[in-house]
């Protein structure tokens, strides 16, 4: 390696603090960002980055590993024999053979596309599941493969442009759910190219809901890649919705549900960056937004209805760090049903990681329990959840431990 060159913290034996710097500088921190984020202060990151402090509690690491987001605790603490994912799963068994549908290059027309009609209907059905099976991943990772390899062979066989535009949309919504099983897996550059060749599919078919839907997903794609990525994420969020803006007062109800989903993912990034103001005025924006829709409508991609907004509340101030805010927000959240169970399980995280602000870690366990119950799929790849729950094993309280560490093993954190 040359003596200039930044060294990698997954291969050399490098102190925490030097693995702190290198994970901040990666993710486009400063010193006094992460200090922030972290309750902390910029001299005191720095205090640890060079040594001057050692290495904090379990509490703070976890944080810490939170905010920069590692794939492995081990990525940050360097303790290489017990290994943690945390904001990346450990791999579905059903990942190779998506994976594998998504990089084929197929040409010719050795694989006869089924009608337009059939598609959609499977499509529907396949939605259907992630939101309403406990084991959504497997439900969907069984059925993405061959939806991959027909819908675009519906786009190589189309004969007309109206036909391909309407196959590109297809296409372009199966991308979409192709990304939901996508995220969390062990495989960054595979995300990327479903949420590219999402947004490709979308823009050839010139259907204001299905490039509002890749937009959507790629805004997330951008904002969970980390504080440098945030801009990346608002260009595509805000072109977006000054493409949609003049088609709403005719739009659909799904066309109007993309664009207030849209509207609070700029609130959702204003947040994440503690722009307080901005991130209530996106959330105020999208509530207008939703209430225009029927009372029992709910867009079957982003789950954005009236019901979610409350749901979105929560998130907004569990971002901007507002405990008390968090749990008023969870309170009046909870008198409406959210239809989908992996939405209804990451609502429940959301609620724990407000419980666990607002100095609740009994509370947040048992909000845990209740996620782990709608969708255990959702919550296994939860990093938010799974550094609540590793914190909580090393309570002072002996009952709180216990619970905690029964749901480490529910997560596959503890052995058995």
Known sequence: MPSDATPDPYADPLAFGQRLQILRTRRGLTREQLGGLAGRSGSWVKGVETGRLKTPKLEIVLRLAEILRVRDLSDLTGNQSVHVDLFTGPGHPRLPAVKAAVDAFPLGARREAPPAAHLRARLARAWSARHEAPNHRDVVGALLPDLIRDAQAAVRQAESSADRRAAHAILAEVYSLSQFFVAYQPDAALLWRVAERGLIAAQESEDPHAIGVAAWLAAQAHRDSGPAHFDAADAVTMDVLRFLDPQLPDATDDVRAIAGALQFEAGYT?????????????WDKAEKTAKKLPADYYHPVTSFSRAIMGAHAVTVAVELHQGGESVRQAAKADKAVIKSRPRRARHRIE?????????????????????????????????????????????????????????????GLLAA
Do not use: C, F, M
Not at 270 to 282: H, L, P, V
């Open 270 to 282: 204003a947040a994440r960056r503690g722009e307080t103001g901005t991130a209530w005025a996106w």
């Open 351 to 411: 609620e724990a990681r407000g419980y666990q602000l607002d100095g609740q870690p009994d509370v947040a366990l048992a909000t845990l329990d209740k996620a782990h119950e709608a969708a255990p799929e959702t919550i296994k790849y939860n990093g938010y959840a799974k550094r609540i729950v590793l914190e909580e094993t090393e309570a002072k309280s002996e009952p709180r431990r216990r619970r905690a560490s029964e749901l480490a093993v529910k997560l």
